[in-house]
């Protein structure tokens, strides 16, 4: 790779690191884990860089993130959520205790809900683009999110309105 691409490759990490995180997050629920799945979707996309980054490298790397974490989560078959979110660069908020109350309530949630809530509401792709991250048609993305976005309104309550749209 010349240098040209990997100074285009590290401006792109910089800009999609913290939307990586975040998602990565809430599908883990675990922030050391998500650090890791962060990490490698972009060691994993950086191999791919020259064929993929005119096209649309961010959903191409949070389809990597997300194939990765179903590796992990079809290897392990549970998902362990920590009692506390550590107070990382990407999670500082003042809202820390409403966003694991949101990270239980998404690991209540059937695979693929989580994965189609996770990926349309909180990384912001289009229904389209989801569709094709998940490999299923654009109606199953948006019944899987209505089921999803329900249930989370059923198990967050009213303090959690702000975060499910």
Not at 110 to 133: G, I, N, Q
């Amino acid at each position: 790779m010349r240098a040209r691409d990997d100074g285009a490759f590290e401006s792109f990490a910089a800009r999609v690191t913290p939307r990586l995180l975040r998602t990565a997050w809430l599908l883990t629920g675990d922030p050391t884990r998500a650090e890791d799945a962060a990490q490698e979707a972009l060691v994993r996309l950086y191999v791919v860089w020259p064929r993929v980054r005119h096209d649309e490298p961010e959903a191409y790397c949070h389809r990597i993130l997300r194939n990765h974490v179903v590796s992990t989560w079809r290897k392990e078959r549970r998902l362990v959520l920590v009692d506390e979110v550590r107070d990382t660069p990407w999670n500082r908020t003042d809202d820390a205790p409403e966003r694991l109350d949101l990270v239980r309530a998404l690991a209540l949630l059937p695979p693929r809900e989580r994965e189609v809530v996770v990926l349309r509401h909180y990384a912001d792709f289009s229904e389209r683009t989801v569709a094709e991250m998940l490999g299923i048609s654009v109606g199953t993305v948006k019944s899987s999110a209505s089921r999803g976005l329900e249930r989370l309104r059923i198990l967050i309550g009213d303090k959690g309105d702000a975060h499910v749209q």
